[in-house]
């Protein structure tokens, strides 16, 4: 079993050696959001953003989505990884937590790339413009819709195009043997109905709190 177990020192250790390491503003951004309380803890870790950027210009994205934006991190890593005529749509339900992203992207330059729509997200993705396709997709809502969520957009994804959904760890409790909370049922169907789908090549990535992503074929 080649994996090691991480401590805060040895988490710390791997972070710092990022390229966004000294941005000032993502900085800035999560020090606003850890002040949430409670809520921060549905802001992604910095590596968890530093690889969606890396991968977004890897793959050459011009086109992406997110279901879940909070404020705004994981939104504002994936559009500098965008070309500068690139565009993500960012769907969301609250108009407080994006007005912080919104006051962070326009520091950081991105707000022209993003189009952030409000709304159930599911009724968002269904009232999508019909020649929308898009090259990466991240998917970081209610886990109990992500299903709904990933039928929505595959069709809209190219082939070879990325799709990451957060959280698929949920917390180390998908092994428990009494799992019984609707979240995590919905969750560890779902890792079962992606390495069984036929659409799509996964990889259940143990960092964070777990990737899936998809690449479809």
Known sequence: MKYLSLNDELYNYATQWRSDADSTVLQELRKETEALGDDARMQISVEQGAFMRMLAGTIGARSAIEVGTFTGYSALCVAQGLPADGR???L???DDWTGIARKYWDRAGVAEKIDLRIGPAIQSLENLETNLQF???FI???KTEYDAYYELILPRIR???L???DNMLWGGDLIAENLNHPSGLALNALNQKLTQDPRVENVLLPFADGIQMCRKL
Do not use: E, K, W
Request: with cysteine; net charge negative; aromatic share 6%.
């Open 92 to 94: 969301d339900i609250d």
């Open 140 to 142: 970081d809502a209610d």
């Open 163 to 165: 799709l990451l959904f």
């Open 135 to 137: 090259d990466l997709a």
């Open 88 to 90: 993500l749509i960012c």
């Open 159 to 161: 082939q070879n195009g």
